[in-house]
């Protein structure tokens, strides 16, 4: 088995198919333009499903689809039907906000895709348009209950909560999610990238998460699935649904991370908050073998090292503080999450 320094072994990848979206969510993109990755250099759907099979091979059997926005990536439905054939790959999932999906979801089904995560961080029209800058919540619920009916499942709701943002939000979510038989969760707010501003204040903590939604409908704790996921989860005592709280900032789980990102360039991260990547594109460019190609991604993960939200929470809680400036990290839009 290929474990790292900390004997973490590798068996979810987070494939980012484009840095391109169609929203400029305020905690992941706030700004209205970014200097693209050049379109040559952004992975061909082969060259990912190469790359795909290798990691299956190290050990991966969860592969997650991310951008950007990936459905903005023209006929997704091919990728997915050259990774759901990967001998060994037992889940095979995609993050989206949601805004093309009701259009894509009979062919992302047909082509092999197993479940989806949808970003929604309030269900105020208002507010979503503010949050998302160009979004339409409308487009949003369309696409995912055309996921529901096409038979994509479990249908997992992600929202970011901000503080004096949408933190009154919360128990709507829950209310949405519990009667359309969704799963949610809900995801601190992190220093994700260098361009959101982020600040202690503005997170909510797990913590106060769970006091809101245990006043309305109290909740049971069941833990992490398989030990490694990032959320915790808690079902409903009434026995309808279930949450997940992922607190990277107040809660840290880097001891059991076992999650690699390939950026849409190419790049391997193994940190959501890493500075640098290793670069296999130019490996695969340039006629390496496959043998060359398994060595550095393996020696890659041996070497890894990072324990990022770990660091961070130190900082937070030493007379020094944090300063989440001082230390560079890739845009979001280029590592997916």
């Given at each position: ?38 379109k ?14 290798f ?22 439905d ?13 889940d ?18 047909a ?20 949050m998302?800058?160009?979004g339409?919540?409308?487009?949003v619920?369309d ?17 970011v ?80 649904g ?56 393996a ?11 770990d ?27």
């Amino acid at each position: 088995m290929l474990v790292d320094t900390f004997n973490r072994p590798v068996k979810d990848l987070r494939i980012s198919v484009t840095d391109r979206c169609n929203f400029r969510c305020t905690y992941c993109m706030p700004f209205d333009e970014y200097t693209w990755i050049n379109k040559k250099e952004i992975l061909s759907f082969e060259e990912i499903a190469r790359l795909a099979k290798f990691f299956v091979q190290l050990g991966v059997d969860k592969i997650r689809l991310t951008g950007g926005e990936p459905l903005v990536r023209q006929d997704l439905d091919k990728l997915i039907d050259k990774l759901s054939s990967l001998s060994g790959l037992n889940d095979l999932s995609l993050t989206t906000n949601g805004s093309l999906l009701a259009d894509k979801a009979p062919a992302l089904k047909a082509a092999g895709l197993k479940r989806i995560n949808v970003s929604i961080d309030t269900l105020n029209p208002e507010k979503f348009k503010r949050m998302t800058k160009r979004g339409d919540l409308s487009k949003v619920l369309d696409g995912i209950f055309a996921a529901k009916s096409n038979g994509l499942h479990p249908i997992k709701i992600n929202a970011v909560i901000e503080r004096d943002v949408n933190d009154d939000d919360i128990i709507e979510l829950v209310e949405f999610s519990r009667e359309n038989g969704f799963a949610i969760r809900f995801i601190e707010y992190m220093d994700v990238g260098n361009s959101n501003s982020w600040t202690s204040q503005k997170m909510v903590s797990k913590k106060e998460i769970l006091e809101t939604i245990n006043g309305r409908f109290p909740l049971t704790e069941v833990g992490r699935n398989g030990g490694t996921a990032p959320s915790v989860d808690y079902q409903f005592t009434d026995g309808r649904g279930d949450i997940g709280v992922i607190a990277s900032v107040t809660e840290p789980f880097c001891s059991s991370c076992t999650r690699a990102r390939l950026t849409a360039d190419g790049r391997l991260v193994t940190c959501l908050f890493s500075q640098t990547g290793h670069d296999l594109k130019s490996l695969l460019r340039d006629g390496s073998t496959d043998e060359d190609i398994l060595e550095v991604i393996a020696s890659a993960w041996r070497k890894r090292r990072d324990r990022y939200s770990d660091e961070r929470l130190e900082a937070l809680l030493s007379s020094n503080g944090y300063d989440p400036r001082q230390h560079g990290k890739i845009e979001m839009i280029t590592l997916g999450g």
